[in-house]
């Protein structure tokens, strides 16, 4: 985990309380350069409180406000 993404995370402002909690766990996982490749999968299981289709969607709005971005 890196603390400082993980800081940036929770003071990151304009999402929704879903959205910072898929962000918080995406933070969680990051490396030292904020890289990380999990699953959605794997973030529904590290929260445990939201539903699939809700995982996707944060992940799909952080992605339009420029907050993560996914490489292929």
């Known amino acids: 985990m890196s603390v400082a993404y993980f800081d940036w995370a929770i ?3 304009g999402v929704t309380p879903a959205e910072k909690l898929v962000l918080l766990a995406i933070a969680n996982r990051a490396n030292d350069d ?8 794997r973030i529904v299981e590290d929260i445990k409180t939201l539903s699939p289709d809700k ?3 944060a ?14």
């Open 11 to 13: 003071g990151c402002e």
């Open 34 to 41: 904020g890289s990380c490749w999990p699953s959605q999968a």
């Open 55 to 57: 995982v996707k969607k």
């Open 59 to 72: 992940f799909s709005q952080l992605a339009k406000l420029g907050v993560i971005s996914f490489f292929k």
